[in-house]
């Protein structure tokens, strides 16, 4: 079983840059897609990047591509969310999970997730 924990949320203006940082358990996290989902109040979980295990592969979502980037270190078994240009709208719980694909239910050993605010 993977452990997965979530951490640099926070409050910030928009047009900040935020990282957010996601650490893995075990030893076979090279072995796994990994990708960030977000949930504000009251909507659904919506998909937000993913990366291949190797990290050679990314893929974004359009709300968030060209001012987000996904990375991986698999050698301190993390992976990053660089947001960059943030907006109000980007406001959520971020969580990271072991998966492909866009879809949440293709993921699975989820964080407890970590809030990102963006004030005006």
């Known amino acids: 079983q993977v452990q997965l924990v979530e951490s640099g949320g926070g409050v910030v203006q928009a047009g900040a840059s935020l990282r957010l940082s996601c650490a893995a358990s075990?030893?076979?996290?090279?072995?796994?897609?990994m990708g960030w989902f977000r949930q504000a109040p009251e909507k659904e979980r919506e998909f937000v990047a993913a990366i291949s295990r190797g990290g050679g592969s990314t893929d974004y979502a359009g709300s968030v591509k060209g001012r987000f980037t996904i990375s991986r270190d698999n050698a301190k078994n993390t992976v990053y969310l660089q947001m960059n240009s943030l907006k109000l709208e980007d406001t959520a719980v971020y969580y990271c999970?072991?998966?492909?694909?866009?879809?949440?239910?293709?993921?699975?050993?989820w964080g407890q997730g970590t809030q990102v605010t963006v004030s005006s």
């Open positions: 075990g030893r076979t996290f090279s072995n796994y897609g």
């Open positions: 999970a072991k998966g492909v694909g866009r879809t949440p239910s293709r993921y699975d050993n």
